[in-house]
């Protein structure tokens, strides 16, 4: 029976509740009042946020409509034009009108300088600045123009002014040069319209500008508001003073280190009134509700003291009875439900004790509990399998008594172990021997009563014998996996890397990480093994693996579907690296295809190579050329010097020759002296002659044979399909017996197998070498073709054409010998001469400084990606003492396309001497405006194909509209060429072309013609 405290119920529960609800009351009331105060803070602390943008944007908007209104001014074409004459009056009253009209509503006064004068030129002032004495000069450190605002301070007599300063160029629209500085002004000062803007925006009582904490201009500012603004803490965005006011400060800011503040003070009813509702009326009703709990609980005591005796009495037998009884119900029915679920809540202990019994009579792990003392006070039925006698016998042992004294000593120290540091632990050790040897887990972790001591020690043993050699098994199957020869790798249906062994890592050279992205590539490159995966389970084949540093890995990969114990398809693939087996199969096919000492195609390949040359040449309906050559004297330096030497000169041979050809074409050791080329895919007998030539200059010059050097050029014998024969063996035959031809000549020397072709191929020979005696002995000369403006009045520049007087044949066309020029590489040294010469003309007719005459050259593809290209143009202009600026240079279309980044590259570091460019043969590539705009050309020529039909040919009309219209939006001069009438001049003019060249107004003719022109200009 539980005895009655010396306090009553009644009395405790009162003083309780009472307690507790004043308790409650004060916890809810002061932080309910302090989160108001803060919430009203934070109200205030928003609405001062939202101000601060709302101010900067009214701020920023009045700074852009000032500067819109001050560049607009500075643009103004009367503004100009007054300061280009030096027309100050006409300057102040444009500058008068625009501050009388909607530029003065924003801006107070401008400045104007004319030039880079540092003294104010002229000075308006609007109605807000007349009466103050204030020189603008003195607020400029200089006439540079600054786009961007900022505070300018002047401290006069009469007090200090703050300003807000910002000037625009006054810019010449037809030279594009600055011909003065317009500065404009707004006075902070008594800024009416800013203040007043201010106050209208946040509904403040008092309103003050500051700089630099002092007042510069208020709005219904009050002498106890002033000391407030003043006074405030820079620091703080706003403050709320003892009477109710909260003052702000906002930051208008022009920029990132350059603003003023505007200072107010709002109303704050609202914390006033807060105050006020929570000191009256908190009093009266704690009084109200303290008397309500008075009255509640002793109604309570008396109506539940009876029950609650009876609830106690029952609690108190059931506490110590093992037999339920039903609980005897009284008047109130939540005392019955709270006895009857005492009730229930003893039979659910007994039911889990039940339950409990059951679990640990029925589990395979061995469950046992010992006191503090370490003898056994629980353990389950099964324990008899561990210590071998029966468990009811082994309550109240100890280990040392059931257990050898080594294994009873293991326990015992896990035991004490989990006493001392009150924690659990775990513990693995066997018992048996032999086969009969079983291994145990042992969990072992403190029991504590309400008081946190401990009373027990429980534990669970668990035999885990399969388990290890379960675990036995799979460590090897690891061990087998990881150190297998071939590189294996399991992944999901997803493609995701479940494992991989040490022979993947180190074929693909990858990272754990970055093998499942290696999959899933793998399996998308190749759809295959994914479908027959789904199909037949299985898949093999060659493929490529490619390996982390880039290297690719031919592979036999063998890929089979696999499912694991928990019914998971996976995919298990082997990777067997056959680089090995792949070169070996190279290095037959190339036993079998290349000679051994030259390392070249043998005759074997040679002939599928040509047969496939063949074909091509047919589909495509052009040539293919087989040359047949032979080294001269080869048998007297093999058989003089031996066999070694022999091998070290056709080695030799066979790399001159292959520098020689193309990358598409084939050379071939037929065998012993003899060599076989493939030029596939000739348009003209110009390749063939160029590359025959390359090659015999390149077997012409010594070779370095261990001692001694010794030339060893060849004959050369070609045939050409179709000309000569479809057939591959046949054309061999008829090249070689071109060859033999050639040695019956005197060797070192080539022949055609047909004689026509062959004498034409001698004269491409035969021009060649005259064009090479022309350039020593000075048969080429220079003619100069004016350009004119587009009336035809004025010579602008004058382009250098070559010109070559052969002594037998007379002038050679252009067309001819500059094209052979460009073939054989000869066009170099002729550009280089090209240019020397017309620097020269040109500086001999430029007496006139005042009408200069530059020259336009040429420059050949070869020569742009020559690499003393700029040292040949420097030398040119120094040794003829011409300004670079009287030297342009003509480029073309294709050109300029084909290899654009280096064409550019050199073309700036050209304009970056001085020199000007242009665009020559325009309309004839791909006319592409991109290029145009990345080439830093100035000039543009349309070509002279386009200008011929004009007017009349509607499509060359319209091309060359198009052209003119094109290059004038890139702000570029359009030259026409081959202009020859009336017609096609007055078409160019009434389409704004700018400058003309042609038969029409003046052919090419010597430098003298230009000299008279400019002496006649004296």
């Avoid at 594009?176 to 902070?188: H, K, P, Q, S």
């Avoid at 509702?277 to 009093?283: E, H, I, N, P, Q």
């Avoid at 990858?510 to 998308?524: N, P, R, T, W």
């Avoid at 055609?752 to 191929?761: E, G, I």
Wanted: glycine residues 6%; contains cysteine; negative net charge.
């Amino acid at each position: 029976m539980i005895s009655m405290r010396k306090l009553r119920f009644s009395t405790a529960l009162l003083s309780i509740a009472l307690i507790a609800f004043c308790t409650v009351i004060l916890m809810l009331l002061v932080p309910a009042y302090q989160g108001s105060q803060r919430a009203l803070l934070e109200e205030i602390g928003i609405t001062h946020k939202k101000n601060q943008k709302v101010l900067q944007q009214f701020f920023d908007k009045y700074l852009q409509v000032a500067t819109h209104h001050a560049e607009e001014t500075s643009q103004r074409k009367l503004l100009v034009t007054a300061l280009k004459n030096n027309n100050l009056s006409a300057a102040r009253s444009f500058l008068n009108a625009q501050l009388s009209g909607q530029a003065g509503e924003s801006i107070h006064a401008f400045s104007l300088h004319k030039g880079s004068e540092s003294s104010s030129s002229l000075q308006v002032f609007n109605t807000a600045l007349l009466g103050m004495r204030i020189d603008l000069t003195e607020l400029l450190e200089s006439v540079e123009t600054d786009r961007n605002w900022s505070i300018k301070s002047l401290t006069t007599n009469e007090g200090s002014s703050h300003l807000l300063h910002i000037s625009f160029p006054v810019i010449n629209d037809h030279l594009g040069e600055v011909i003065g500085t317009l500065n404009a002004f707004i006075l902070l000062n008594d800024n009416f319209q800013i203040i007043s803007e201010i106050q209208s925006l946040t509904g403040a009582d008092n309103v003050g500008l500051f700089a630099k904490n002092k007042l510069i201009s208020g709005l219904s500012l009050t002498p106890k508001a002033l000391p407030l603004l003043e006074n405030l803490d820079p620091s703080q965005p706003f403050n709320i003073n003892e009477s109710g006011k909260t003052i702000h400060q906002y930051t208008l800011s022009l920029g990132q280190n350059e603003h003023f503040h505007t200072k107010l003070t709002l109303p704050n009813t609202s914390l006033i009134v807060l105050e006020d509702a929570y000191t009256k009326d908190l009093g009266t009703a704690l009084l109200g509700i303290i008397l309500i709990i008075i009255i509640t609980v002793f109604l309570i005591s008396y109506l539940t003291r009876s029950s609650l005796t009876k609830l106690v009495n029952y609690a108190d037998r059931m506490a110590t009875r093992k037999e339920i009884e039903p609980f005897p119900p009284g008047p109130f029915s939540e005392f019955n439900g709270l006895g009857h679920t005492i009730e229930h809540m003893v039979h659910k202990i007994s039911e889990h004790e039940s339950q409990l019994n059951g679990i640990i009579e029925n589990t395979p792990n061995i469950l046992f509990i010992k006191g503090i003392d370490l003898r056994y006070k629980m353990v389950s039925a099964n324990y008899s399998t561990l210590a071998k006698i029966d468990s009811s016998q082994i309550i109240g042992k100890t280990d040392e008594e059931i257990f050898s004294k080594e294994h009873a000593n293991i326990i015992q120290t896990s035991d004490l172990y989990v006493i001392k540091q009150r924690t659990s632990q775990q513990i693995e050790y066997s018992l048996g021997k032999d086969t009969d040897k079983r291994q145990y887990l042992s969990t072992k972790f403190p029991l504590t009563d309400d008081n946190g001591l401990i009373y027990a020690v429980g534990g669970i043993i668990t035999d885990i014998t399969d388990l290890k050699r379960a675990q036995s098994h799979n460590h090897l199957a690891e061990q087998i996996f990881d150190q297998a020869g071939e590189a294996i790798l399991v992944v999901n249906t997803n493609f995701e890397v479940v494992s991989s062994n040490s022979a993947f890592n180190a074929l693909s050279g990858l990272l754990v990480d970055e093998i499942s992205q290696f999959s899933k590539k793998l399996f998308i490159d190749n759809p295959i093994i994914q479908l027959r995966l789904q199909q037949h389970k299985r898949w093999q084949g060659e493929t490529e693996l490619r390996h982390k540093d880039g290297r690719s890995i031919p592979i036999w990969l063998s890929a089979s579907s696999i499912t694991t114990d928990d019914e998971q398809t996976q995919f298990l693939i082997i990777f067997s690296d056959i680089s090995a087996l792949k070169s070996a199969e190279t290095q037959l096919e190339r036993l079998s295809n290349y000679d051994n000492l030259t390392n070249l195609p043998n005759r074997s390949l040679f002939f599928d190579r040509l047969s496939s040359a063949i074909e091509r040449s047919s589909r495509a309906n052009n040539k293919t050329a087989l040359f047949f050559i032979n080294i001269d004297r080869f048998k007297n330096i093999n058989d003089t010097y031996g066999h070694a030497v022999g091998d070290q000169l056709l080695i030799e041979t066979a790399n001159r020759i292959t520098q020689c050809i193309r990358p598409d074409d084939t050379v071939s050791r037929l065998g012993g002296d003899e060599f076989g080329v493939i030029i596939q895919g000739v348009q003209s007998l110009e390749v063939i002659n160029y590359i025959c030539h390359q090659i015999q200059e390149a077997l012409r010059s010594p070779f370095q044979l261990e001692n001694f050097s010794s030339s060893s050029p060849a004959s050369i014998g070609i045939s050409l399909y179709p000309d000569d024969s479809a057939d591959a063996k046949t054309l061999l035959t008829h090249a070689d017996t071109a060859m033999y031809q050639v040695k019956n000549k005197g060797r070192n020397g080539i022949q055609f197998y047909d004689q026509a072709l062959n004498q034409k191929a001698e004269e491409q020979v035969k021009l060649e070498e005259d064009l090479r005696n022309a350039l020593i002995h000075d048969e080429l000369f220079l003619a100069f073709q004016p350009r004119f403006n587009i009336d035809g009045t004025h010579i602008l520049s004058a382009e250098a054409l070559t010109r070559w007087n052969h002594p037998q044949q007379g002038i050679i066309p252009p067309g001819i010998f500059i094209e052979l020029a460009e073939q054989t590489g000869l066009i170099v040294e002729l550009g280089r001469y090209i240019l020397q010469t017309a620097c020269v003309a040109a500086k001999a007719w430029n007496v006139n400084p005042d009408h200069p005459i530059p020259v336009s050259v040429n420059l050949s593809a070869r020569q742009i990606y020559d690499p003393d290209l700029i040292d040949d143009i420097s030398q040119a202009l120094s040794v003829s003492q011409l300004p670079p600026e009287l030297l342009e240079l003509e480029i073309t279309e294709t050109l300029a396309i084909e290899d654009l980044d280096k064409v550019i590259d050199k073309l700036n570091r050209i304009k970056d001497m001085g020199i000007r460019m242009s665009v020559d043969d325009f309309g004839t590539g791909y006319s592409s405006l991109i290029y145009l705009k990345k080439l830093p050309v100035s000039t543009v020529k349309i070509d002279r194909s386009f200008v011929m039909d004009v007017p009349g040919n509607q499509d060359d009309e319209h091309i060359v509209s198009a052209i003119i219209s094109m290059s004038h939006s890139l702000q570029l001069t359009v030259v026409a060429e081959g202009v020859e009438t009336k017609e096609q001049l007055e078409f160019l003019k009434a389409h704004q072309c700018d400058e003309i060249q042609g038969f029409l107004l003046g052919k090419p003719g010597p430098s003298s013609v230009l000299l008279e022109h400019a002496q006649s200009h004296l």
